[in-house]
């Protein structure tokens, strides 16, 4: 005759299992749902460049400006300067002003490293007009990050200029 204790244990054992499984089921996709909800997200950053067109051949202007706002509007004197950055790479070559209504954030940039990033991101040289985006990215003073991209006119004349 069979046992009805050990089948009884058996039944407790599975119960306890699937329990168990389930528990840590329900933790992990809760702090996989907490890490996703809890990352900062991103803010959209718009980028207008001054001068907008250089033509090829011509000295950079310096600095080349970067105005800067958010979209939705928000105030950007939360921009933390230090963490700007021009495709990654090349930081702000002086302060970081207000300009305009509503506030734009005017970001300087050394004219040549700007030239240097457009040319890297340059089709081709032939002669035409090409609109190059260049990204700024950083964050604000409380970590949370922005990106945000603007075209610089990019003219390759037939001549070059003298």
């Given amino acids: ?46 980028v ?20 800067v706002y958010f979209a939705p509007l928000r105030p950007v004197d939360e921009i933390d300067p230090s963490t700007i950055r021009l495709e990654g790479t090349y930081t ?25 990033a457009l040319l890297i991101k340059a089709p081709h040289m032939a002669p035409g007009e090409y609109r190059i985006l260049l990204e700024i990215t950083g964050a604000l003073d409380d970590g949370t990050p922005f990106r945000g991209s603007g075209g610089i006119n990019l003219i390759v004349p037939e001549n070059s200029p003298p």
């Fill in 92 to 116: 702000p070559s002086g302060p970081t002003y207000e300009v305009g209504t509503p506030p734009r954030l005017a970001i300087p940039f050394n004219g040549n490293e700007v030239l240097r």
């Fill in 48 to 67: 207008k460049w001054r001068p907008v067109n250089y033509v090829f051949g011509n000295a950079p202007p310096d600095p080349w400006i970067a105005e």
């Fill in 1 to 46: 005759m069979a046992n009805p204790q050990k089948g009884d244990e058996t039944m407790k054992t599975r119960t306890l299992t699937i329990l168990s499984l389930t528990i840590l089921a329900s933790l992990l996709l809760g702090a996989v749902a907490f890490t996703v909800l809890s990352a900062p997200q991103e803010l959209k950053l718009k």
